[in-house]
């Protein structure tokens, strides 16, 4: 596999959220609008980035047993790290990501990449499979976020294009579930033909 | 009364998975069959009413004191991670049929956000040591709730002719969704 591929796998074919169905609770719980998934999303890449890169440079001196709580170890400072920063520098943002941020230690794609792909790559292949597996994810939330947005509120990016409500149970809890079902049904009937 | 209150939010008004997103990946993968759903449940409780007490205890007694309550995320996964690794354990040498029964979910818990959801929203919401008991153990029972009702629909949804596009996840997620609606006919209630 090159590079390139490396890189745009978490796009398309094996995007964390579509097609791997991986980091659900944040998928559902922050994509109210666009703009929160994304910032979610972006939270997320620079965790993966990080815990990616440092694993990739230390795997070979950490003994097999300790694994696991050594890259969980990685994970959390990373995560402390941009809890930390979105506090200071984007507290509306950080507000409304609220719980989410401290969770995304126990993401399933961060520890997953660290464990099944960083820890056996070399640095520049880690990087980027993290860069690419993260923006992938930042997509996905992203897309659920406006669909949600455009479809409960009739808004895009806090702008609103039709007068009055839109569908509101998109907003609430039980609409994120069924969006993300039909979107990935939707991925689906693509690949497949 | 404070209690009840506490207990019908958790379990019902604001259920932890279908109205908070918490412990969603376990509330997909692990709900295709009832008995399944029941034993993880059942290690859910137990792991997390225990880690909501040690994290607690930790908080107050250690963090707070040092003033370094910027590393309670650190803290807390290793806590719990350590904390699953002992239940393990345990279990193991004391009962062998809860082991059998509980055991291959227990690692599944370390990567729940559920348990690391529920310790830090017992120190959000500012809870005393009684009532984050009361509170977590309320999240378990909803947690099981949704778990067991979705792994009996999923069951009966085996023996239906379901769309060849919205088989598998998709549907599932639909399916949640419909059931978010019809828990969200508790909201006011307390």
Do not use: H, W
Not at chain 1, 79 to 92: G, H, Q, S
Not at chain 2, 8 to 32: E, R, T
Not at chain 2, 107 to 129: D, F, H, Q, R, S
């Amino acid at each position: 596999m090159n590079q390139l591929q490396n890189f745009s796998k978490g796009f398309f074919r094996e995007n964390p959220l579509f097609v791997l169905v991986l980091g659900l609770c944040p998928a559902l719980a922050t994509t109210t609008s666009a703009i929160n998934g994304l910032g979610m999303g972006i939270a997320t890449t620079f965790v993966l980035l990080g815990s990616n890169t440092v694993v990739s440079l230390i795997s070979k001196f950490i003994p097999d047993k300790v694994r696991i709580p050594s890259f969980i170890v990685i994970i959390a400072s990373f995560v402390t790290i941009v809890d930390l920063l979105m506090n200071a520098f984007v507290p509306e943002l950080y507000e409304k990501l609220g719980i989410f941020i401290p969770l995304i230690v126990v993401n399933c794609i961060v520890l997953g990449r660290a464990e099944a792909f960083a820890s056996k790559n070399k640095l520049a292949t880690a990087v980027l499979d993290g860069l690419g597996m993260g923006l992938g994810f930042t997509m996905a939330l992203g897309i659920l976020g406006a669909f949600r947005e455009i479809a409960g509120s009739g808004a895009i990016f806090n702008y609103k294009f039709i007068n009055g409500d839109g569908i509101l149970v998109f907003v609430l809890a039980p609409g994120a579930f069924i969006a993300l079902g039909y979107l990935i049904a939707f991925i689906n009937r693509i690949r497949n033909t | 009364m404070e209690y009840i209150i506490i207990i019908i939010s958790a379990v019902l008004v604001n259920n932890i998975v279908l109205a908070q997103f918490l412990g969603v990946c376990p509330f997909m993968g692990v709900s295709n069959k009832v008995s399944t759903a029941v034993g993880m449940s059942g290690a859910v409780t137990f792991v997390m009413v225990l880690a909501a007490i040690v994290t607690y205890l930790i908080y107050t007694f250690i963090l707070q004191k040092l003033g370094i309550v910027f590393m309670q995320t650190i803290t807390y996964i290793l806590i719990i991670a350590s904390l699953v690794q002992m239940v393990e354990i345990i279990l193991k040498k004391i009962s062998q049929p809860l082991y059998q029964a509980l055991g291959i979910f227990l690692p599944l818990i370390t990567t729940n956000c559920a348990v690391l959801g529920v310790a830090i929203l017992v120190i959000k919401k500012e809870y005393n040591l009684l009532e984050g008991v009361v509170y977590s153990a309320a999240t378990a029972i909803g947690f099981g709730l949704a778990l067991i009702i979705l792994a009996g629909i999923r069951e009966q949804l085996e023996l239906l002719d379901v769309p060849k596009g919205v088989k598998g996840a998709p549907i599932s997620l639909i399916v949640a969704g419909i059931l978010a609606l019809a828990f969200m006919g508790f909201t006011g209630i307390v």
